[in-house]
């Protein structure tokens, strides 16, 4: 989740796909059974394959996202003259007849699925598509969640009753194992939030500059114009922003890389950090494309299968930067299962946090610009360039950043509706994302919709809690691992030297490096997560201070350019 396509990391618990159970022991009390409730199978099916069909004379092929993008757009128009209605009314008309008229015929384009839609709306600047593709898919998916949600929270609340909690968002935030939970992420959140309202007027200075007035000069930014379906992800806004910016998509796709070359390059880096590489059976049994798999559900889901060397990883990966995002980050996952695959079965997991810090704090090498031009992907001029090095900063903190806003709304919106504190189940929603993110949705958003269903892990009813963590610490973790590989020795106190930026930080092939990760990762669930990370990093909390040191070169930049253009800050 990593969220780009933010994974699950499925447990033993998950694997067995149990309505209501199984049940796993708490920590404090061993006798205590804590309920681990998955959502029904067709609860899912409601989001995996929600569906919207226009008509599509040419033919156009739902990956040809350009042609894609004119086929809605002549849609809309066709809809316009038909009715005779104004531009806002057609693509809301628009919507209606494609979601409760399906053309038939083979004459049809339809988005399925989430990464139809979300490709649309990364590539798309015309911005009454944009407004078509987010509202079409909350038409298609949260119109008829809310109350089955309701039932699936009415099911869990009385579980977790059972079992001496007071709701069902007590045990998710037990499981985290940090006193007072919902005051330690607004905390977290406030550590950041001046790098988050900075980052925040610049997207809505450009985004003014290219939409016109629909974007206000100081207020909230609307939801359809960010590049994403949920607005966590701007890195699409990228060349809005900034000229020139490196394309790596376009890289890869020139060297000609296959889904099997990314892993492997993703297997690599861990073992050259002295780690092991995958299993047999994770390269026999994983399903990796979607070729033979037409109707497997692809959300990235990295599973221990329980049996000697048996780890799996369901992703439909393409090519992209951001599939070889997810590799790394799943293999992560795969790598702590590894590692503690030892352990006695109930201490065969760990912190959720922790476990999704792993995958990321790699990730963070991978993307260096010493990386990836030992990949291949950016140019020997390209490496030594600080304009260019800054872009991937950049980069970087667009697709980092508002995710951590983004996380705390869909977290504490459900623990509020756990403990049935909210007054309005969707106009709350969207007054906790103008609080956070500093968002607003393109057009009124009514009780009869469910938009915190828009995001797969609500109706998977999987906790967010453990990515907002690991968006903090899986920096603490990376500024420990950087300081290794600089210095070459472990438990190193004093900073980095001052031409050492954390961003640029090579940490690829130190096997101090790989030592420390399996200090972390070994002993699983049988210790606190603090005394595992104290141990074998010296952290013992979760802060936003390695966050800050990480980005303040970029912080300094962001501010210069607030300062050139007298962009206002805040909404």
């Known amino acids: 989740m990593s969220d780009l396509k933010v994974c699950r990391c499925w447990e033993k618990t998950a694997v067995t796909k149990i309505f209501l159970g199984p049940y796993r022991t708490t920590r404090d009390s061993p006798r205590t059974l804590t309920p681990d409730i998955r959502s029904p199978p067709g609860f899912r099916t409601r989001y995996t394959e929600a569906v919207i069909c226009i008509p599509n004379p040419k033919n156009i092929l739902i990956n040809n996202t350009q042609d894609a993008e004119q086929a809605v757009n002549d849609y809309i128009n066709g809809v316009k003259r038909t009715s005779a209605t104004e531009d806002d009314t057609a693509v809301q008309l628009a919507i209606e007849i494609a979601a409760t008229e399906n053309p038939g015929g083979t004459d049809v384009l339809c988005f399925k699925g989430e990464d139809d839609f979300d490709k649309l709306m990364s590539t798309s600047r015309n911005e009454r598509v944009l407004k078509w593709t987010w509202m079409a898919w909350r038409e298609a998916v949260c119109r008829t969640m809310g109350a089955p949600y309701k039932e699936l929270v009415e099911i869990e609340n009385a579980a977790a009753r059972r079992n001496g909690y007071k709701d069902i968002g007590e045990s998710w935030r037990e499981e985290q194992e940090i006193p007072n939970l919902k005051s330690f992420c607004r905390r977290l959140y406030k550590s950041i939030r001046p790098l988050y309202r900075v980052l925040h007027g610049i997207t809505r200075f450009f985004l003014r500059r290219h939409y016109g007035a629909i974007v206000e000069e100081t207020g909230p930014i609307p939801a359809h114009l960010l590049g994403n379906l949920w607005s966590q992800n701007w890195e699409p806004l990228t060349d809005l922003i900034i000229k020139n910016t490196l394309n790596l998509d376009e890289r890869i796709r020139r060297s000609n890389w296959t889904v099997l070359h990314m892993a492997k390059r993703a297997e690599d880096f861990y073992q050259s950090l002295g780690l092991p590489p995958m299993t047999d059976a994770f390269w026999r049994e994983s399903v990796l494309t979607r070729e033979k798999h037409a109707h497997a559900r692809c959300h990235g889901a990295a599973a221990d299968m329980f049996k000697d060397g048996d ?261």
């Open 311 to 571: 780890f799996r990883l369901l992703y439909c990966s393409g090519t992209t930067k951001e599939d070889l995002y997810v590799l790394h980050h799943e293999l992560g996952h795969i790598q702590y299962y590894m590692a503690y695959e030892d352990q006695p079965a109930i201490f065969r997991q760990a912190n959720t946090a922790l476990h999704e810090t792993i995958g990321d704090s790699i990730m963070l090498g991978a993307f260096t610009p010493q990386h990836l031009h030992r990949l291949g992907l950016i140019t020997d001029l390209e490496l030594y360039s600080n304009g260019h090095n800054d872009v991937l900063l950049f980069k970087q903190a667009l697709i980092k950043i508002p995710q951590i806003a983004f996380a705390l709304v869909l977290e504490e919106y459900r623990w509020k509706y756990f403990e049935n504190g909210l007054s309005n189940l969707n106009g709350d929603f969207w007054d906790m994302a103008l609080e956070l993110q500093g968002i607003v949705p393109p057009v009124y958003r009514g009780e009869d919709y469910f938009d915190a269903g828009a995001k797969f892990h609500v109706p998977d009813n999987t906790p967010y809690a453990r990515y907002f963590l690991s968006s903090f610490l899986q920096h603490q973790v990376y500024e420990t691992l950087c300081k290794a590989a600089v210095f070459g020795r472990r438990n190193v106190d004093e900073p980095l030297p001052g031409t050492i930026r954390m961003d640029r930080c090579d940490i690829y092939g130190s096997k101090t490096i790989g030592r420390i990760l399996q200090e972390i990762m070994k002993p699983g669930h049988s210790k606190h997560w603090r005394v595992i990370l104290k141990a074998a990093t010296g952290i013992d909390d979760i802060s936003g201070a390695a966050l800050k040191r990480y980005y303040r070169p970029l912080y300094k930049i962001l501010n210069k350019m607030v300062a050139r253009y007298r962009i206002p800050i805040g909404w």
